[in-house]
């Protein structure tokens, strides 16, 4: 029988997408030969996923779970919303969500992390996933947040069951309170992160670049009503004070009341926000352009 190297379970995991350990069992029930270990693994339903690799996963799931003063969030793909609502998928998330408590929100740590009640990893769980349901999909980004004392409330909006949803929020609380009451204000923090999209939690965490860009623009604008450089000067910094209650939580008008600032709002309450993560649903992946019905059967037909 041939050796069953490593280079050789590589090369045919490129080729099919299969996880590693069937890649491996494949090669060894053919004797070392490639092309029929590709339909070996063909004939199991786990090559189907390398077909599908090249699809854009855009729908799908954001997980998030929680322990004493730490939780953790994840976004995985899939093609349609259709999935979202297959149990299967659902407990997939689930479970990588929770595993990314321990694990962290390393992607590649944790999808070789061992997927819990099995002996394989999340990656291969994944791929056995893609083959059962009959699409592609992805895990495409972690996120792990943690207080030394205090609690990281979550919330999750269009939540199809508890703990996954289309928009995912957490938000770290620290402060002596009792746990009930900095779950119930983090809770209220995280609707307000989901609904007013902040970038920055202080005006010393906002992107340099963005600022200067910012700044860049403002200018122009102010340059245009011919005002001398002194008044240009004051009118930027009023709508850079602007541009910060727009992207910075601390300086944003509290969505409940539409008055406070959240700073306002921790202050009064006694406590620290000391950090927050908004995962929505596919934001930054570029979906595919919707087919011109008309256009396709125009061509088909031979119609210029």
């Not at 890649?23 to 030969?33: F, I, N, P, V």
């Not at 508890?162 to 983090?186: A, F, H, Q, R, S």
């Not at 570029?286 to 019905?293: L, M």
Request: net charge negative; charged share 25%.
């Amino acid at each position: 029988m041939a050796e069953i190297t490593a280079a050789m379970v590589r090369d045919l995991r490129e080729k099919t997408g299969a996880g590693m350990m069937d890649c491996k069992k494949a090669l060894s029930e053919t004797g070392g030969d490639m092309e029929a270990a590709i339909d070996w693994l063909r004939k199991k339903g786990l090559a189907a996923a390398a077909k599908k690799s090249g699809r854009v996963a855009v729908e799908g799931l954001i997980g998030v779970a929680s322990g004493p003063n730490v939780a953790a969030m994840v976004e995985v793909n899939a093609e349609t919303d259709f999935v979202a609502r297959n149990e299967l998928f659902q407990n997939f998330v689930a479970e990588v969500a929770g595993l990314a408590l321990s694990v962290g929100d390393d992607l590649e740590r944790l999808k070789a992390a061992t997927y819990p009640g099995t002996g394989h990893s999340v990656a291969d769980e994944l791929t056995r996933l893609i083959a059962t349901i009959g699409e592609n999909m992805t895990i495409r980004r972690a996120k792990r947040l943690e207080v030394k004392e205090g609690v990281v409330a979550t919330y999750t909006h269009n939540a199809v069951r508890p703990g996954l949803g289309k928009i995912g929020v957490l938000v770290g609380l620290e402060g002596k309170n009792e746990i009930d009451v900095l779950e119930t204000l983090g809770r209220q923090i995280g609707m307000h992160v989901a609904a007013a999209r902040p970038e920055a939690l202080d005006i010393s965490g906002v992107d340099p670049s963005a600022l200067e860009r910012e700044k860049a623009v403002l200018t122009e604008q102010a340059r245009a009503s011919g005002k001398p450089d002194n008044i240009i000067e004051k009118m930027v910094e009023g709508r850079i004070r602007k541009y910060y209650e727009e992207v910075v939580l601390l300086e944003q008008v509290w969505v409940h009341d539409g008055e406070s600032r959240v700073k306002a709002v921790v202050q009064k309450a006694g406590v620290k926000l000391a950090g927050f993560a908004r995962f929505q649903l596919g934001e930054g992946i570029e979906k595919p352009a919707s087919p011109d019905f008309a256009a396709e059967v125009a061509a088909a037909a031979g119609q210029s």
